[in-house]
């Protein structure tokens, strides 16, 4: 299994993302040893990093992490865009306008996750969950496309599923948030439910807008 | 130029897209009248009142409007998505979870209307817009995927170009709110900028999530 | 009639309370004309120039306007403490904690005005409204506590009726946002109810927290 | 040290804070023991109950725990006011508006716990906390004031400190929330703080409004 959280950006210290992965190094879900990895906050550079861990060591799942200021929940995302329109800076000061992730590529791609079981996994726990359908079209949806994009293409990829999760601010980031615990637990919970669900159960968590 | 409206939903006693087109109803735009009609919210029936309306006035621009009860500002969306995943039940009960849009078709289509020319133009008259990057997966999203399918895939209406914005909620709904006269003002000059501009100017819209 | 606004704090280029009082210089409500001034934003400088204004016009009735920034509504005040506690800076870099307005205060004032009125004088007209419990603890509440203490302990003022409003950011500065038509269309028709009210209907207004 | 929560109300079937009470029935707090009761949302019954705990106990400290869906931090509240303004029935469809909780009494109290301790204590095990400015104006405020009412004029409690916490929704009833798990180790953190802190520092934690 490959977990992967980004560095922080827009001018702050921490990720979420990546507090929460350190404190997961180390561990198994479902008898899988975590390879754990921090990627770059750049689309320049994050996606080859990502291409480069995946044909490594095609892991059964990837689960990509991020950062979602402003969201209350962990955000298991449904789909990505095929767009990249920055409203700040990457971290290499990079800023695309309405510019193609993959050129030529479908407009979005879905998760191949079982997001409907991750959600279900969080609720049981106690853990505040949801199903997102919008990542974003920065740095995070940028991998999250080039992920899909790259399993739907590459044929020695054909039994790897691969998604993406968004975090809430640490505390001190700004509101809401939620406590490292909280986090780190969650995206346990996750990873176990998107390990053991080869489908989805029938869970509505739709948005009506 | 089409423009369309939902009924209300979900237990309201009024929907501001209808209401907003009461209020245009007989205007024009930039020398188009406005054609205008409110659908059912129901996946059953409104794409096929939706279908016949195009063809039959095989208009220039097609811009169909929803309730988003929580957003803050008009809300222009960039994108639809092949699936229903229905939080509530429909005006006639139906709630399909997780089922396509359109079987078999891509998972998403972007709008064709130029959408940040709009963006800016509700800036410049000092109206609160936003571009966004899901219309939900309820009706509304049903209603603007299955316009962009039909208009991909329909050659009479090679021609037509078309979107989807949402509308907050009115003063007494919820909060936030915006007055009926700022909805009205803002729809007549997201029309304006979408009947006079070709291509879309390079302005970010976009979201880090 | 006095009303005040405040000028632009926090690093913004505009206050919406400034922005809406100069477009309604040179206005009567009710018969009475009203005297408009824009306070400085500090807690040294702000309660001398309103307190000057007041003793100067005598006026039947003080609305005092600011900016809450992040706040949905036209935001009625019902109620001044006696406590600066600045998060920020003011515009002369003072920034008091957990110091009295006044020492020897009493810990709070209600308004005077009929909030209640006023809250339904702008449901009435369909536009977004509220009655808020807290003025904060910035310059904005030190202004109201000055102002209703001055009200509470000099004789000559004993016929003025005092309160505050806040106002939500104009659009480009933030999200939520209303129009400038709307907060001076909204100042307009609660100074008009509070004039014409000289007490308050029962109506529920309040909040579970 | 006498702790006391809320029973559910407004149709919910649960409430943090009788949830996370529950957790800590049976503990210690700076080798205090912990007096545990849960209150009605009544504003009738819910001040004779507390009244008649704190005579009868005469702790050292008096913390009131209620819930206030829709914030996002374990809320500290500085104040408690004169009024009551049901926006909806207590559990009793009792429905007061605009009436003082006590009559004749002053406009408002501040808490006399040391809430910027408390509030730096949460930070420092990296949970979520805040000052708040209003403990709104229904049966939290109604209890909140009333205890701080007892503890201003009955001689018997001159050595009794006296406040009051809000916390978040629990996942499940609404958005932000917080597992119970942060729910219970920061109303430990709290007490703790309030337990060995006689006075408060010089902490900035105010609101613009």
Same mark, same amino acid.
């Given at each position: 299994?490959?977990?992967?959280?980004?560095?922080?950006f827009?001018?702050? $210290?921490v990720?979420?993302?990546a507090?929460?992965?350190?404190?997961?190094r180390?561990?198994?879900?479902?008898?899988?040893?975590?390879?754990?990895?921090?990627?770059?906050v750049?689309?320049?550079?994050?996606?080859p990093?990502? $291409?480069?861990?995946?044909?490594?060591?095609?892991?059964?799942?990837?689960?990509?992490?991020?950062?979602?200021g402003? $969201?209350a929940?962990?955000?298991?995302?449904? /789909?990505?865009?095929?767009?990249?329109?920055?409203?700040?800076?990457?971290?290499?000061?990079?800023?695309? /306008?309405?510019?193609?992730?993959e050129?030529?590529?479908?407009?979005? =791609?879905?998760?191949?996750?079982?997001?409907?079981?991750?959600?279900?996994?969080?609720?049981?726990?106690?853990?505040?969950?949801?199903?997102?359908?919008?990542?974003?079209?920065?740095?995070?949806?940028h991998?999250? =496309?080039? @992920?899909?994009?790259l @399993?739907?293409?590459?044929? $020695?990829?054909?039994?790897?599923? &691969? &998604?993406?999760?968004?975090?809430?601010?640490?505390?001190?980031?700004?509101?809401?948030?939620?406590?490292?615990?909280?986090?780190?637990?969650? /995206?346990? /919970?996750?990873l176990? %439910?998107a %390990?053991?669900?080869?489908?989805?159960?029938?869970?509505? %968590?739709?948005?009506?807008?």
């Amino acid at each position: 299994m490959l977990v992967t959280a980004f560095e922080p950006f827009g001018g702050e $210290r921490v990720n979420p993302s990546a507090a929460a992965l350190h404190a997961l190094r180390g561990r198994s879900v479902a008898g899988h040893p975590l390879v754990t990895s921090v990627l770059p906050v750049s689309f320049a550079a994050s996606l080859p990093k990502l $291409r480069r861990l995946v044909l490594r060591h095609r892991p059964c799942l990837v689960l990509c992490l991020g950062q979602a200021g402003g $969201r209350a929940n962990l955000s298991i995302e449904r /789909i990505a865009v095929n767009v990249q329109d920055a409203r700040i800076p990457d971290n290499t000061a990079a800023q695309p /306008i309405d510019e193609p992730v993959e050129p030529g590529g479908p407009a979005a =791609y879905f998760s191949t996750l079982p997001i409907k079981a991750m959600h279900a996994a969080l609720r049981d726990h106690g853990l505040p969950g949801e199903v997102s359908n919008t990542a974003g079209t920065f740095v995070c949806n940028h991998v999250f =496309y080039g @992920l899909m994009h790259l @399993l739907a293409t590459e044929p $020695r990829l054909a039994h790897t599923r &691969g &998604g993406f999760m968004h975090l809430p601010w640490l505390p001190g980031q700004g509101e809401p948030s939620l406590p490292l615990a909280a986090l780190t637990e969650g /995206i346990a /919970i996750a990873l176990l %439910a998107a %390990a053991t669900h080869a489908t989805d159960p029938k869970l509505g %968590a739709g948005h009506t807008h």
